[in-house]
Nanobody, 115 residues
């Protein structure tokens, strides 16, 4: 079993920055992919960015050029640095870890960007 705990969400003004963290614990294999998703009210959960254990990264949509995903393999922690935030970034942000054909999810952290 794997547990994921996110932190770092909050309220920020448009143009500001936030850094999300997600710490994984439990039975974690060396080969895995960690990712950040987000879900706005009334919308589906969408991938924001992902990073493999070899630190290969992928970004989708408006995250490109504004967000940076990184990880510390020794700490089993993934980060999401979010810059130039705008109200459209308001959502619950979820961390995920995928390994051995299983997907694990955190409880989510709220990010609210005021205009």
């Amino acid at each position: 079993q794997v547990q994921l705990v996110e932190s770092g969400g909050g309220l920020v003004q448009a143009g500001g920055s936030l850094r999300l963290s997600c710490a994984a614990s439990g039975r974690i294999f060396s080969i895995n992919t960690m990712a950040w998703y987000r879900q706005a009210p009334g919308k589906q959960r969408d991938l924001v960015a992902s990073i493999s254990n070899t630190r290969s990264t992928k970004y989708t949509g408006s995250a490109k050029g504004r967000f940076t995903i990184s990880r510390d393999n020794d700490k089993n922690t993934v980060y999401l640095q979010m810059n130039s935030l705008n109200p459209e970034d308001t959502a619950v942000y979820y961390c995920s870890l995928s390994q051995e054909l299983h997907d694990y999810w955190g409880q989510g952290t709220q990010v609210t960007v005021s205009s």
